[in-house]
């Protein structure tokens, strides 16, 4: 059974560009969440879908947005990227929302803007 | 929102000694607390996490404490081991609402052979 896996591995962007990031879940999961890790710090959160519509949504700007596909798959977009959205990305699933939910880690995308 | 703080950013500890990460956290409808070991290049990964109703939980040379008046919650290891060397994330969720894991900013341990 494998667990949660996210492509790009790394990304190299420039300032201004877009971005899309993919993320399967575990099988059997419908909910997916998305963090922001900067650097020495711990990972901030984005978005959360479960099945298929956001039911949660951190504290970044409308650059960021993220949809759920029918199969449980997750994208994470960011428009005209900035310095500060270099970050690793993780992906994050689990069975329901509920809160003792245990979720669980992707591997995440490194991205770059330079 | 939630704020969760940790306490010490890195600790580093003599192999065989015991280990104390604390956290605090702001918004007392917070209920479920994780804890989340992550290795230098890999995923974050739970390694033990408590409920509030409940006090204390071990797992082997894992425990975790929990002090809903006061706020605070903390992971200790005992007998380290240079495999425990990672950065170790708290984190706290809420009940209602977007039940989002709010982390603390990170402890990185070295353990010394």
């Known amino acids: 059974d494998t667990g949660v896996t996210q492509s790009p591995t790394h990304l190299i962007k420039t300032r201004g560009q877009q971005v899309t990031l993919r993320c399967s879940p575990i099988?059997?999961?419908?909910?997916v969440s998305w963090y922001q890790q900067v650097l020495g710090q711990g990972p901030q959160f984005i978005f959360q879908y479960y099945e298929k519509e956001e039911r949660g949504r951190g504290n970044f700007p409308d650059r960021f947005s993220a949809r759920q596909f029918p199969n449980y798959s997750s994208e994470l977009n960011v428009n005209a990227l900035l310095l500060g959205d270099s970050a690793l990305y993780l992906c994050a699933s689990s069975f329901r929302t509920g809160q003792y939910n245990e979720q669980f880690f992707g591997p995440g995308t490194r991205l770059t803007v330079l | 929102g939630e704020n969760v703080e940790q306490h010490p950013s890195t600790l580093s500890v003599q192999e065989g000694d015991s280990a104390v990460i604390k956290c605090t956290y702001s918004?007392?409808?917070?209920?479920?607390f994780p804890w989340y070991k992550q290795e230098l290049g890999k995923r974050p990964q739970l390694i033990i996490d408590i409920r509030s109703n409940v006090g204390e939980k071990k797992d082997q040379r894992i425990a975790v404490t929990l002090n809903k008046t006061a706020k605070h919650f903390s992971l200790h290891i005992t007998e380290t081991q240079p495999e425990d060397s990672a950065v170790y994330f708290c984190?706290?969720?809420?009940?209602?609402?977007?039940?989002?894991?709010?982390f603390g900013s990170g402890t990185r341990l070295q353990v010394q052979p």
């Open positions: 099988s059997g999961h419908k909910s």
């Open positions: 918004d007392s409808a917070s209920n479920y």
């Open positions: 984190a706290a969720r809420m009940d209602t609402g977007r039940r989002a894991l709010t």
